[in-house]
Structures are given as C-alpha cells and as structure tokens.
C-alpha cells in the first residue's frame, strides 16, 4: 500500500509485497546453481563432440544468469521487507532493481530459446547423455521461471492502472475539470473491470438478462467499495490481521475497568446483568428451543446431495447409490409421489432431502414438492407435510452456486411488495426478487393447495404453514413470510443464520411477531450488510493507518496467535503514536477516512434472535476443553460490526449450526442433572467425622498441591486448637457471621451466575451446645470457608482471608457447584453429632 507505480502504470502489488515471490525465485535459482555448477565442473565430457562443447559454454554463461538473478532476488527481498504499510519510502529503490531483474529475464528468455534450439538440432545425434539432460534442465528452468512471471504480471495488471496515476497528477495540479473527466473514467473503467471478473468466474452459465443485471450491479457495488482506494489484496489480509487484534484488546480493555457493567464476552457480545438468557426450564420456552431445533433439519435437507455426503461421505454414498435408480433396479420406500424439477438424472437432491428425514426416523416427513431450478434471483425450495407436527413446511435453500453468491451480493434496499404496511418495509433486493420468484412459483404451481389437502383424513387442511431457510434462504423465508401473512396469518418462519443487510427498522419490528431468528457465534453474515461493509471499510483503514510494523510481520504473526510486538499501538495520545520519519512518504492517495460508500438505509436481521454463545476454555498443557454453549436473547442492532475471527466462516455453515443447537440441549441437559446430584447428594453421602490435629497435618502434607486449597487459599490449623471437623458437602460453604440465627434462609443465587461457575452461598455456622461451652471458639475476623469434595479421603479446614469472590479461585468450578441449601440440609446438618473431642467453630 499504496500499488506501485511501473512504466507509468499503477498495479496492484505493493513494494512490500515480493518478500515472499522474490524468495521464492531465490531458492529456486540456489538449487539450480548448485545442480549445475556440480554437473558441468564434476562430470566428464566428450571433448571430441560438438555438442557436448557447446553445451558446456552454454551452461557456464547461464551460470552468470543465476549468479546475477540471485544479486536481484536478494536485493528485491531486503528493499521489500523496510519500512512499513504506509511508510513507502525505504522501498522506493524496489522499482530500480525490478527494471535490472526484468532485463535479465529477456536475456533467460533468450538463452531459453536458444536451448531448444539445441535440442531440436543436437538432441537425437548427441550420445552425450549428460549433455542432453543438462539442456533439458536449463531449458526447463527457464520457462518455469518466466512462466511464473507472466502468471505475475497476469494477476496484477490493473486495467485502470494508467488513469489513476494521471488522476493523482491532476489533483496534485489542481485541475478540476479534469480531475472530475479522470475520476468518471476511472468508476466506469473499475467497474468494467469488476465485471469481466464475475463473468469470468461463470463462465460456465448461461447469460440471461436478469444475470446482466445482477453483473452490472455487483460491480458497481465493488468498485464504489474499492473507490478511491490506493489498496492491494495483501493490504485486506494485514487489516483483518490488525483488526482482530484491536478487537481483541479493546474487549481485554473493557473487562478491566473497574466501573463496568460487562461481566463477560461470550462469542464476542457483551454480557450484562440485563442479558437475557433462554429460561429453558419453563416448559413453554424450551417447547419452542425444540421447535427451533427441528425444523433446523428442514434447513439442512434444503441443500440436498452435497450437504448429506458432506456430513455423512460413506455411509450417505452408500444409502444414496441403494436408492438410486440409476443403480438400483428394486423399487425402493422412497418412491413417493412428489413433483420434482430440474433435478439431476439419478434424482440425487430428492433422494438426499428424504434420507435426511428417514435417518432420523422421522416417517411422518412426506415431501411433496421439490425445485432444484437454480439462477440469479430464482432460489431452490422444496414443500414437506410433517404429520407429526401438523405442519406444511416450505424450506429454502442457502448460498450453493455462483448464481446464488450473485443473488447474495445484490444488497441494494428495495420496497417490499406488500400493500398493507406499517411505515416504510426495506429488504435486501437479491432476496425480495428471490421470494417474489418462489411465490409466484407456489401460486401457478398451486403448490400450497396440494399440501394442505394431502391427506384430508388426517386433517391436513387444519394444519399450520412454516416456512424455514439458512443463509440466502433465511432472507428469503423471512420476505416471503411477509408476502404469504395476509393469507396465513398463523404462519412462522425460522431463519437460520440470516444475512444482516435484510430489514429495515420498521420491518425488522413487524417481523418479530412471526420470526425467529438463529446466530450462531462470531458468523460473520448476520453482521454483513451494505452499512455494516462502509463502518468494516473505515475500521479496516484505520488500522492499517495505525500500524508501524512491516506487512510480511503482520501476517506472519496471524499465524502464530499474532503476537502483541505486530500490534498497532492502541492509545489514544496522539504524542504516544510513533513518530513517522521527517521525510517520509507516507500514504499519497488523496482520499482519506471521510470518504464514505453511497447513503443506505440500515437494515438489519428479521425477528427475534436467538443468539446461541460459547465461551473459550483455555488452553492447558493437554489441550483444551469442550467450550460451554448457551443460548440468550439477542439485539437485532447489536449485529452491526463484523468480528474478526477463524470461526466467522465455520460457524455459518448449516451442520455447525445444527451441533451448535443441539450443544445447548445438551449443557443445559447436564446443569439439570448436576442440580438433581446436588439435590439428593448430601442426604445419601453426608458424613460428619472428627480428625485431630496430628490426622490433619498428616492430610495436610500429604495432599494434592493442585489442589484448590493448596492452590489459592491456605490452610490454617490453628482455627482450632485442638480438634477439627469435616463435613462431605458438594460446595464452599461460608458462614457469613457468628452471630447469625441458624434458622434465617439462604439468599437466593445471582441470576448473573451461571451454572459453570462456583458460587458462594452464606450460611448460618454451627452453634455449639452447653455440653461443649468448655471448648474455646476462636474469633472469626473474616468469612471462613471450608472448600469440600464429594467424598474426600481427608477433608481440611481453610481460612480464605483473602478470597472475596468466585473468580479469585482458578479452576474451582471444576471441584465445585451451586449449592441450594434446603431445609432437609439444614436439619441434617443440625444432626452432626457432638462430643467431648471436638465441636465446630
């Protein structure tokens, strides 16, 4: 960054980036000198062959080739590795040493030339072997080598390259006139550009009129995101680099103030005491998460064959070629009748989607119309009876082709095509069109009505409509509810990883009485968005503004947990930012951070949003543990900033997604029955024993440093004299004061706490009895804490004068849970029989 400037021409390689081509060649050019400096002075020749001698002169002039090659290459490399990002100026002199470089290249091509001139000539009357497989090398070397840099030369020609550097002349001269002809001819040229690109990577389809349009209006979108920026592709990777590392930081920052109401970030969203998690106790709301969870299967069988050998690769190919009629001759149990179109051959996607049903048992499943058509802004769907919960279903399928990414990617706003509307209804234009297309489909087709008078017997016309779809399908099942809702007023959509970019504010409102929404974790598409991509653009330039550390080090250190010396310097001091060079070039390019895309309305996820979060486990020396899952009530608006992270791609696919539901089911499954443990522990394994003070020594010297006693607390047998007393009790039990009643109740938990984190719960201490007033009590300055195991072989009394909360014991959770005292505790703990040889303090 900025592209270099050759033969008058920008192109779209910076100075900084031929560390590692250059190196390449570098390597390259040291084998081939070694190989054949041995081969032509350690191997004899046949001095009285033309040939031979020939080729000896030959091979010792390209020996000077490689030798100057090298001097370049070496050269290239150290120039490219100065200075940093923005600061051009250490590597002004790289342009210089690639004219001395491209004019060794003419001379290889020459000497390439001339090899095969050999070789046609001498190669069948030479018996020299040696000879001949020296030219042969030579002569391959070569045409790798300028092979690789035409490739080069290929990949970073910009189209463009030549008005941009007269645009930057004339706006250093300040001719308007001409600056603003410059600046149109170089949108127009960007976007032609953008264009060729796109048709090129479909060069397989079919041109349509629609495809045009959506070819025209990605490229616009492209080239209004790159407009007036002096940015390679590199320079992206560095951002992304940098920008997940500031991230990073600023949530380590926030976590560290003092005042702060953020107790946590879970999948990088911010957790307060106002967060609102899934009561999945109440009946009601995990009916629903159930419900979220099925019809999640409806969403995956949408993507047909690919998806189910992706899950499943030999078993599925297997199941599938069995069922096939193309391999199987029987009739099989699949062959029902169902409408299909445009499906392959083998009817491989219509097998697939019901052997995502008939794997899970689910038999009451009957599909009854299946589209495998697939083009720009015409989406594959396929319409399912489900008996068994009374339901007609309409699943639409996610992002599978190049057509589809063209659907994707047409993000403008559009007006929903609904009459009634309460304020203005925005969508993302790709998927309008889209579910536009499929209602019409349902309507011509009379799709719909055949669902519902499927089996009058079992009173399917009574049965309710849900429409589902993940990623492309989701936008489009969310803007098709609003388009079916007038005449299924009882419908609901379950949208599944959403595009971000979909609602407007009024229609994102509407729509939360019908749709549900799922996210799963850092997913990068229900944060992508036209607005979203204008603030990710200003972030990414401002990190890179910010960095003073070379590219080839920042991606470097991406690969290795990016290590904090790669950072920007993230303080808000202006005098605390390193100071440039007083002659440095830094970023010429006239447009600066105030540049913005075109004006767009915001839109935003559809409906209610069930944001499902995990935390990270640290790693420890074997390994790392399973991260917990939880599900909590996410803010549509709250998806407004694209959080860098290796999981953003993973975890939008449709069978992450799926796991990622089913991972709450099953932690929330484990808290359940941790709680019934707890409940019924203390009245199977509750023992009261007395050790004296010699037995708790012993303990004492014999346990488990690891252990949380001996990690963070430290025990004190001088609490009491003479005797001790342990108790088995699956918590840390903490009496808040001496003086409290026996009788007064627990306070409740936090809600704030969660399940995988200890809790200290104040109870009422032991009182002792008259018989034992003889025994002297020691003061309690402080809360004492006796931290207990289930069972545990010598259990120890622990002052904890310095533990205030839960988090200042690392890796107690591991030990410990919640405790709930309830009243058959307490009475049981009332039961510890006393006696002359101890008592409790």
Known sequence: MPGMVMFRRRWSVGSDDLVLPALFLFILHCIWLVVLSVVLFGLPYGSDQSCSITLVDHGRGYLGILVSCLICESAIMWLSMRGSILYTQPREAVQYVIYIRLAILLVELVYAVVGIAWLVQYYQPCSDVTAK????????????????????????????????????ATRRRQRNLTTYTLRHRLEEGQASSWSRRLKFFMCCTRAQDTQSDAYSEVASLFAEFFRDLDIVPSDIIAGLVLLRQRQRSKRSAILDQANNDILAFLSGMPVTRNTRYLDLKNSAEMNMYKDVCYYMLFALAAYGWPMYLMRKPACGLCRLASSCPCTSMSSSRLSQSVTVEEDNCCGCNVLAIRRHFLDRDLKQVH????????????????????????????????????????????????RLPVEEQQGTWLGHKGMVYSAEYIKKKLEQEMILSQAFGRDLSKGTMHYGLVIVGHSLGAGTAAILSFLLRPQYPTLHCYSYSPPGGLLSEDAMEYSKEFVTSVVLGKDLVPRLGLSQLEGFRRHLLEVLQRSNKPKWR???????????????????????????????????HPSDLSIALSASTPLYPPGRVIHVVHNHPPETCCGQEDPTYSALWGDNKA???????????????????????????????????REELEVTQPT??????????????????????????HKDLSCTPSLIDTEAVSVSLPALICPTSVNAHPDAPPPPLLDSTSASQPSLVPVPPFSSSPSDSHLETPPVERDSCIPLQPNPPNSQLCDDASMTSPSDIQGIDEFISPLRITPSQSSLLDEVPNSASGTFA
Not at 381 to 410: E, M, Q
Not at 559 to 566: A, H, M
Not at 573 to 586: G, H
Not at 684 to 709: M, R
């Open 133 to 168: 497989n020296l030219a042969l090398g030579i002569v391959a070397c070569n045409w790798l080598v300028i092979l690789s840099v035409c490739i080069t030369l290929m990949c970073t020609f910009d189209p463009t390259g030549r008005t941009f550097v007269k645009l930057k």
């Open 639 to 673: 998806f407004n900033e694209v959080i860098i992270s290796p999981a953003m791609l993973n975890e939008h696919m449709p069978h992450m997604v799926m796991e990622g539901l089913n991972k709450v089911l099953e932690s929330e499954q484990e808290n359940s029955e």
């Open 684 to 709: 199977n394994s509750t023992a009261a024993f007395i050790t004296t003070q010699s037995e708790l020594n012993s303990s004492h010297n014999a346990s488990d440093s690891s252990s949380p006693c």
């Open 554 to 588: 920042i991606i470097a250190g991406g690969t290795k947990c990016i290590p904090k010396s790669e950072l920007p310097v993230e303080d808000e001091d202006p005098q605390a930012q390193p100071a440039a060079p007083a002659n440095s070039c830094l970023w010429l």
């Open 367 to 414: 599909i009854v119309y299946t589209s495998c058509h697939d083009a720009v802004y015409e989406t594959p769907f396929f319409v399912a009876v489900d008996h068994g919960k009374k339901k007609v279903v309409i699943s639409i399928r996610g992002t599978l082709s190049p057509k589809d990414a063209l659907t994707d990617l047409t993000g403008d706003s559009e």
